[in-house]
């Protein structure tokens, strides 16, 4: 697995996040989701282009977000393995992932693991911290992260193929191709990955292929289609019987399951339209997305697939406000957790004023309806300025809130507590930007949210029940240099997570490590660059207040080169370059779920056009 930076901080409000890429009406920003619109972006949100993208070398989606300090990654088998994303101490399943505005289906648990989502095609990735549910509604407490199918400006040609091998019997072939006009365009990418695995039983197959069409209708709008298909298939170790003490680099590569594995299979279709003019931007899309997902563990078979068909219409009035709507079906086909579907609906409004020069304050809201829950209304008051070139503040505050999954609401050995209710925030975040002109930067942002009606499990009947209330606290910094063939950037997070039952004390909520620190230096001189990188994580624990099994704290280092010839690119590198054992995640019945060690790397990659 590749390590690379995000070596340089975003602006949104100042730079084309499409640089190179198609600027179409039909293209928003995830802080507004509105059509055509061009809002400030909040201190903290950050985002990948394309050439970003590329540089990364990245083989899956997890390794490209690797860099960023406010996201916590969780990796069970290695790094193809199965992953989840989250943010602000809140879990993953507060966390939204979307692909080109499409929200992808969960499991039964609320969660998306990141895994089978394809790397090869993306154009652009969004990282937005802090609630959104003003404008994507539930599960979106933590924040959101948008991936983009990469799109070509008029008159770009692509076609590439590229391959990699790796340690541990490593694998990934890429081909990528796509063509754009003044009317149409039509982009394609499939990857096919594979690995031996670090541990015994972890071996991992998965191949992707996703793409996107465009078509100009002139006066009538433009219609688009985007899809994706992935399949994985992945030995599940569950862990090592192996104490993290007793850990030297071959004792932990032995599993506590020679028999387990699991498929994942995840597709995606949605079609959408947009059109109007300066005065009023139109977006209306239909999307059909699955999440199956068969495992073979304990000695028995099992399967569940969740299925989301949503419908959306959106408007965009002067470029200032918007006006959505959305509606959506999830369906659960679950052998154990029976057959389900629940309807949501959800209507939202946002309106940007520009009280004085660089300065923009968005009020906003979503009403939310569900089958399984009652109305829930998010409000957001946002407000950005941006004095000059070199600064800028903003502050937000707003409620969130986190819908009962399917598993809180069908499990078949606990039936939920009467009146289940969804768990809610009251969230604030408030940062500040300064970028020399020089090419230093540097950034401090703070949040706290209040939690309550929090969901956990009762321990008496194991039902799920609106028993805890808690919060989380903490800062984000970064800081670097980013301009010329030299670029060096330093991130920092420090989280505070805690929980309470019912009258008893606060204690601190588990896999809640208050410190992650990422790092990263690059150096571009025409043909050649050279990425270092690194990420650092404090200890965590699996039980709260400090109890359950001890994660110890960890640092990785990566290190990328790659080299020019014309129309080829090689590149090779090295993670884990000091070659650290350690783990990401662990449960107190499997123990452990390590990490490979120094892994290398070699790639090539050509383009025909």
């Not at 198609?22 to 059509?35: I, K, M, Q, T, W």
């Amino acid at each position: 697995m590749k390590r690379a930076s995000l070596s340089l901080l975003l602006c949104l409000s100042s730079v084309n996040l499409y640089a190179g890429e198609d600027s179409g009406p039909e293209l928003f920003f995830s802080v507004s989701r509105a059509p055509g619109y061009r809002c400030l972006a909040p201190v903290g949100a950050r985002a990948l282009d394309a050439a970003a993208v590329e540089r990364t070398k990245a083989d899956s989606v997890p390794a490209l977000l690797d860099a960023a300090a406010s996201l916590a990654i969780r990796r069970l088998n290695g790094p193809l393995g199965l992953a989840t994303v989250s943010m602000r101490g809140f879990q993953s399943k507060q966390t939204a992932v979307l692909i080109d505005d499409v929200r992808l289906p969960a499991d039964i648990t609320g969660t998306v693991d990141l895994s089978v989502l394809p790397a090869a095609g993306l154009g652009k990735v969004e990282i937005l911290p802090g609630a959104a549910s003003s404008v994507y509604g539930a599960n979106a407490a933590g924040g959101v992260v948008q991936l983009f199918t990469r799109r070509l400006s008029p008159g770009a040609r692509l076609a590439q193929a590229g391959a990699e091998f790796s340690s541990y019997n490593g694998r990934a072939y890429t081909a990528r191709a796509g063509a754009a006009g003044q009317a149409a365009e039509v982009f394609f990418a499939g990857a096919s990955n594979s690995s031996g695995g670090f541990q015994q039983n972890s071996k991992v197959e998965k191949d992707s292929a996703n793409g996107r069409a465009s078509l100009a209708l002139g006066a009538a709008g433009r219609l688009t289609v985007t899809g994706l298909v992935s399949r994985l298939k992945t030995g599940l170790p569950s862990g090592t019987p192996a104490p993290v003490s007793d850990w030297n680099g071959t004792r932990e590569r032995t599993a506590n399951s020679l028999t387990d594995w699991q498929t994942s299979r995840r597709s995606y279709l949605s079609g959408a339209w947009s059109g109007g003019g300066e005065k009023i931007s139109l977006k209306a899309d239909f999307s059909l997305s699955d999440n199956k997902i068969e495992a073979f563990q304990f000695g028995s078979l099992g399967s569940s697939k969740v299925t989301d068909k949503a419908a959306s219409a959106r408007a965009t009035f002067s470029g200032t406000a918007v006006l959505g709507a959305e509606s959506s079906a999830s369906a659960l086909a679950s052998g154990v957790y029976g057959d389900h579907t629940v309807h949501s609906y959800g209507v939202f409004a946002q309106k940007t004023f520009s009280p004085a020069r660089g300065l923009e304050l968005t009020p906003g809201a979503r009403l939310d309806k569900s089958g399984v829950y009652k109305g829930r209304v998010s409000p957001k008051l946002a407000a950005v300025y941006v004095p000059d070139e070199k600064w800028k503040l903003s502050a937000s505050a707003g409620m969130a809130f986190q819908a009962p999954t399917f598993a809180d609401l069908y499990n078949p050995w606990a039936a939920p507590a009467p009146g289940l209710k969804p768990e809610t925030s009251l969230n604030s975040h408030a940062g500040v930007y300064y970028g020399a002109p020089a090419g230093w930067y540097a950034e401090l942002g703070g949040y706290y949210s209040a939690i309550k009606d929090r969901i956990a499990l009762d321990p008496l009947t194991w039902a799920a029940a609106n028993l805890d209330a808690g919060f989380n606290y903490g800062l984000e910094a970064e800081a670097g240099f980013k301009p010329g063939s030299f670029t060096f950037s330093a991130g920092y997070a420090r989280n505070l997570s805690k929980v309470k039952t019912g009258g008893a004390a606060y204690e601190l909520m588990n896999f809640s490590p208050a410190h992650r620190v990422t790092c990263s230096a690059g150096l571009n001189s025409g043909s050649f660059a050279l990425a270092l990188a690194g990420r650092g994580v404090s200890e965590q624990y699996t039980g709260r207040g400090r109890t359950g099994l001890r994660l110890p704290e960890y640092w990785t280092f990566g290190l990328t080169a790659s080299k020019a010839l014309g129309g080829l690119e090689l590149w090779g590198g090295i993670s884990n370059l000091l070659d650290r054992r350690y783990a990401e995640t662990a449960d107190v019945f499997n123990g452990w779920f390590p990490q490979p060690g120094r892994t290398f790397s070699a790639g090539l990659k050509f383009s025909f056009a």
